[in-house]
C-alpha cells in the first residue's frame, strides 16, 4: 500500500506537471495528463503519443467545423 508520504510526492509531481503543461499550451486537463503520464510509464513512446494526440485534435476540430457548416446552412444530412 502506498503511504500518505508517496501519495502527496505523486499529487506535487502531477500539479507540476500541470503546470508545465499549461504554461506549453497543451491543452491538457489533469486527467489527459495522468493518461499520458500513465502510458509513458508503461512504454508508450511519448513523441508517438503526442503525434496521436495532435492527429485527434484536428480530427476533432474536423468534424465541429462540418457541424458548424451543416447547422449554417440548413442541410442536416
Do not use: H, W, Y
Amino acid at each position: 500500500m502506498a503511504s500518505a508520504a508517496n501519495l502527496n510526492a505523486v499529487r506535487e509531481t502531477m500539479d507540476v506537471l500541470l503546470e508545465i503543461s499549461k504554461l506549453l499550451n497543451t491543452g491538457l486537463d489533469m486527467e489527459s495528463l495522468s493518461i499520458c503520464v500513465r502510458l509513458c510509464e508503461q512504454g508508450i513512446n511519448p513523441e508517438a503519443l503526442s503525434s496521436v494526440i495532435k492527429e485527434l485534435r484536428k480530427a476533432s476540430d474536423s468534424l465541429k467545423v462540418k457541424e458548424i457548416r451543416c447547422f449554417s446552412f440548413g442541410n442536416f444530412t
